[in-house]
């Protein structure tokens, strides 16, 4: 198609284009440059296409300036472009690095189909083939741990990447994957038989304290306690009583101080007045405790085994219930303007909470170590984030990560798992609280442990700099913003690659560029086709 003109170097090598081969100079197309003098083939891409007419030069006056019909007797135009070196083409087929630049005159010649390439690349994970040769580049698993992001506006097809990813993934090594879908519609419709919702997740008392305090816009310094209080004592008083006995280490009868029983909420909160089981018929016909033997005992909280508990007996929230517990709460604390703050918390608890927010509470089975086991036990595990607050998915988030943290600490071994974040940008950035920090020490610290993440986002700069900086392969195709590209620039090279060239990428068009690119520069990829249930069906 060419030869290669003057002033070539070890990275690139200016290419003359010859007239009747200009049609298959495409930018990203693979090629060989042919140095026959010294007996060295170069594997390179095509970049940076320009077409040039010695004499209608925009920098340089000739007579065609004062006598533009002259351009009617015939011009002499020409296209040069470059060629990226991507690395010398061994006699076995392997790749090595470029010491020499090519010679003037070398021959340019076109990888039109796999055959042509000449290249042993190994195996790896086949997640697509390059755009114009059909050469599948097989991407080395064994970075993975080292971490991926995916990155491009919305429609390029990054689920579509993802999901091709993962089955090689599973099909081809040893690791075991979590995906957190945020949409619900990504990556659930792909593996539906290996969904589990995060509305069954359950939520500590201090998260359901702060979703209270949220919802209702309460000011925290003053509500907090009677929320927090009334929380745990509404499971105190909804737990059978051997659980209880174990969880609060406190027992029924006349309390711990030996005080009769004389507990408001029995009388205007008992549950089977809403429908609910009584806790004394599930708890063999203890007598009623009271909330002086709650918090008498309260230093000796096992809030782990108070979680095992609500997930255990998958515990049913009631909001007229809950009021009883809040009104002799207050009673108790006999803050100032007792009144006041009872007539606030029920009407924050009617109007602003209401019955959705307590059903969103109700009936929540799983624990994050059942996540993880369900990831050990089948390999594959995807948490639907879909129907949950954002303060609530982020929750999910970090203690699923952080029962895999435990792990590692117990056993010291490697857990040889990917997570993968989908909309990553709303859970790893720097004000995401404990899921940022929870993917961020995956990010420092993870790869020693087989532990790696998959960040799906479109947006670059919303991620927290420190997980950037710890991201060693990146998949992107058509950017957001140009602050996007130049951030993508200053975490590597991109080998003449240029804004202008992403715009105008179609869907499932993605450069690949990292550690796990055995072509060692950014090459263009044409994802696979993945089975689309929507569609089959």
């Not at 007579?63 to 351009?71: F, G, K, R």
């Not at 927090?228 to 105190?236: D, K, P, R, V």
Request: aromatic share 8%; hydrophobic share 40%.
């Amino acid at each position: 198609m060419g030869i290669v003109g003057s002033g070539s170097t070890t990275t690139y090598a200016p290419v003359i284009v010859w007239d009747k081969y200009e049609h298959v100079a495409k930018e990203e197309q693979l090629v060989i440059v042919d140095d026959e003098r010294r007996g060295i083939k170069y594997l390179g891409v095509l970049r940076g296409a320009k077409r040039y007419e010695p004499f209608l030069n925009a920098f340089r006056r000739t007579s065609y300036v004062d006598n533009p019909e002259l351009a009617d007797m015939g011009t002499l135009p020409h296209t040069s472009v470059y060629v990226a070196l991507i690395g010398v083409v061994s006699s076995d087929g392997a790749l090595n690095e470029v010491q020499l630049p090519p010679n003037p005159g070398s021959k340019v010649q076109v990888v039109e189909s796999p055959e042509d390439l000449g290249v042993d690349l190994g195996e790896g994970l086949i997640v697509g083939h390059h755009k114009y040769s059909g050469v599948e580049v097989p991407l080395n698993p064994g970075w993975l741990p080292y971490h991926l992001a995916v990155v491009g506006a919305t429609g390029t097809g990054k689920s579509r990447l993802v999901k091709a990813l993962l089955d090689e993934v599973l099909s081809k090594t040893g690791y075991r994957v979590i995906v957190f879908d945020h949409t619900g519609m990504d990556y659930v419709r792909y593996y539906p038989a290996r969904t589990v919702q995060a509305s069954r997740v359950v939520l500590d008392v201090a998260l359901i304290t702060d979703l209270m305090l949220e919802k209702t816009g309460l000011n925290p310094t003053t509500y907090e306690p009677y929320l927090l209080i009334s929380t745990l004592y509404y499971l105190f008083r909804t737990l059978p009583k051997g659980v209880r006995d174990e969880v609060f280490g406190v027992e029924g009868g006349e309390g711990r101080a030996g005080k009769p029983s004389n507990s408001k909420f029995r009388k205007t909160g008992d549950l089977s007045r809403f429908g609910l089981s009584n806790p004394r018929s599930q708890g063999g016909g203890e007598e009623d405790v009271t909330l002086n033997d709650m918090l008498e005992g309260i230093d000796k909280l096992n809030y782990s085994a108070l979680l095992k508990a609500m997930a255990k007996h998958a515990i049913t929230w009631d909001k007229a219930v809950f009021k009883s517990a809040v009104s002799e709460v207050a009673e108790f604390l006999r803050g100032r303007n007792i009144e006041s703050v009872k007539i606030r918390l029920g009407v924050a608890i009617d109007v602003k909470l209401g019955d959705a927010f307590f059903k969103s509470l109700s009936k929540r089975d799983l624990l994050p170590s059942d996540i993880v086991d369900e990831a050990f036990r089948e390999r594959l595990v995807v948490v639907d984030l879909s129907t949950e607050d954002t303060v609530v998915r982020r929750y999910v988030v970090a203690t699923v990560i952080n029962e895999l943290w435990r792990r590692i600490s117990e056993s010291r071994e490697p857990v040889d798992t990917i997570v993968v974040i989908d909309e990553a940008h709303n859970y790893a950035c720097r004000f995401c609280g404990e899921a940022g920090k929870a993917i961020g020490r995956i990010a420092r610290e993870g790869r020693k442990w087989g532990l790696g993440v998959v960040l799906v986002t479109q947006r670059i700069i919303d991620l927290d700099p420190e997980v950037r900086g710890n991201i060693n392969t990146w998949f992107f195709s058509k950017l957001q913003t140009p602050s996007d590209f130049n951030e993508l620039k200053g975490y590597m090279n991109l080998a003449w690659i240029s804004e202008q060239s992403l715009a105008i990428l179609g869907r499932r068009e993605f450069y690949v560029a990292g550690l796990m690119n055995p072509l060692k520069i950014p090459v263009l990829l044409k994802v696979r086709e993945v089975s689309d249930p929507e569609r089959t069906e």
